[in-house]
């Protein structure tokens, strides 16, 4: 097998002779992955299957569709994002080009996690290649079927010279670091984005970081509560709650959660029926280390289990889980829950929320359900998040326009659709001067005057 070093050297040549640059190249590296996906459908929701028992409805909106979609959008409106943006100018520099050009960076290294384990690589690459860039892929070992699958289709499809996938878990990885990329993109939890930006930081290496944490979802005031209740259950248990924008745990009142809790249970029933272990629209937990911190975290709560509460340890299977009388102090309070349990946490008062939330790091996802716009727009103007969604879950982050990442702690940086672009690309200000107005010069060479200060 090629060492890392290798790899790295052939890709850093290949930019070096700007392959990358010209348009052509890069939407032809667009659609090409475009027919990648084309192609192996079949066999990219075998591998979604073997890794995380993924629905195929759920496996082609969140995995193939949202990089389709990312990929149509780019090639559509690469060419107008090349263009120079001009800048207005002051009066010394009317008589000069000034502009921002967009650049690529160069090699940039994506580092992907599992629980979306193509659409976390290959929706960064479309905006590495848009931008210019030479990618190497680095993708989660956990959902190994999938890391496979890239590892023999890339190659098959994009420029060799150009991309190239390595394999391998946590000591692969911080062997990777060690050297030198333009840019490192990666997706996966707090704990693992310290050690990224440690080792970025020998190289003063920029990175982005896209992280998770614990999204609330605010439930307060008037509104449609069967539909509430629709749209939470599947916003909680798309992917068995292995998302990184899954509500974490609901806030309301008292008297809001004791009219939700048989909504839910109406609600998990008309998704997956009566036997929901038997649903072919429920997948599993992707390891048993994940599923025992789950059931774990289950067994350490001091809560009452509403709904749920079961798991098949030989199957990975976790009911969907509802629990209520959750306290601040409860372990299912203290971590992102990443799995298909729902805690309740009563609050008063909507202010009283609000402060909840704010006592905490800033989530990736903020959700709000309410019919009163007053309360939407509160909760908006008086919290932080990296996105945020009323009256509904995830569906926020399917928007090529919109920018996708995290605030403080839930990352920093952001991409999808021209966000992605720009998140690979410097940034170059570029003035083109003549050799006009030399006397107007003469205004701000020593000896200084202060009269010409004004100029
Ligand atoms: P993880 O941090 O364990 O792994 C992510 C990647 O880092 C993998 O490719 C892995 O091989 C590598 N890695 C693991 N340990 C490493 C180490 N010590 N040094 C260097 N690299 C290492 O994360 P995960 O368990 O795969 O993913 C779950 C987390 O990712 C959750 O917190 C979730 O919220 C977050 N997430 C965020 C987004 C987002 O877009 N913001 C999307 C999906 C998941």
């Not at 990648?36 to 929701?45: G, H, K, R, V, W």
């Not at 990224?196 to 609330?216: D, F, M, N, R, Y």
């Not at 749920?308 to 299912?332: F, H, N, Q, R, W």
């Amino acid at each position: 097998m090629e060492s890392q070093k290798k790899v790295i050297e052939r890709l850093r040549t290949a930019f070096r002779s700007n392959v990358t640059v010209p348009l052509h190249f890069r939407l032809a590296q667009l659609e090409a992955l475009l027919s990648l996906l084309e192609d192996n459908e079949a066999q990219i929701l075998e591998a979604l299957h073997k890794d995380l028992n993924k629905p195929k409805f759920e496996a082609v909106v969140s995995d193939i569709e949202l990089v389709a979609n990312e990929l149509r959008y780019t090639i559509c409106n690469l060419e107008a994002w090349l263009k120079p943006t001009y800048v207005s100018k002051t009066l010394p520099t009317k008589l000069d080009d000034c502009f921002v050009r967009r650049e690529p960076l160069g090699v940039v290294l994506i580092i992907g996690a599992w629980n979306y384990p193509l659409q976390l690589i290959l929706a960064p690459l479309v905006g590495a290649i848009a931008a210019g860039n030479c990618a190497l892929l680095k993708p989660s070992e956990i959902s190994q079927a999938t890391e496979q699958l890239l590892s023999e289709l890339i190659p098959k499809y994009l420029s060799q010279e150009c991309y190239a996938v390595i394999c391998g878990g946590a000591e692969e990885t911080k062997s990777l670091l060690q050297n030198r990329f333009d840019h490192i993109f990666y997706t996966g939890s707090q704990a693992v984005a310290r050690s990224i930006l440690q080792a970025a930081a020998v190289h003063l290496t920029p990175v982005t970081l896209e992280l998770g944490g614990k999204c609330p979802c605010l439930v307060y005031g008037h509104l449609d509560l069967k539909a509430a209740a629709n749209r939470l259950v599947w916003a909680k248990f798309f992917n068995v709650g292995q998302s990184c924008v899954a509500p974490d745990y609901v806030l309301c009142t008292a008297e809001m959660r004791d009219k939700l809790i048989p909504l839910f249970v109406e609600a998990l029933e008309a998704f997956y029926g009566p036997r929901i272990n038997e649903s072919a629209d429920y997948g599993r937990i992707v390891t048993d280390r994940q599923w025992n911190r789950l059931m774990e975290l289950l067994e350490k709560s001091q809560g009452k289990v509403v709904i749920g509460g079961e798991g098949v340890k030989e199957d990975k299977y976790i009911a969907p889980t509802v629990i209520v009388d959750v306290t601040e102090s409860d372990a299912l309070m203290q971590e992102e829950i990443f799995g298909p349990i729902l805690p309740i946490l009563t609050v008063e008062s909507l202010e009283e929320g609000i402060r909840f939330i704010n006592e905490r790091e800033k989530p990736l996802a903020l959700y709000v359900f309410s019919d009163q716009a007053q309360v939407v727009n509160t909760v908006l103007e008086q919290t932080s998040s990296g996105g945020f969604c009323s009256n509904d879950g995830i569906v926020h982050m399917t928007l090529p326009e919109m920018p996708f990442g995290g605030v403080g702690a839930s990352g920093m940086g952001s991409y999808h659709g021209r966000w992605s672009f720009e998140t690979f690309s410097h940034r170059r200000a570029c003035m083109l001067r003549g050799w006009g107005l030399e006397r107007l010069s003469v205004l701000r060479y020593p000896p200084y005057q202060e009269s010409n200060l004004g100029w």
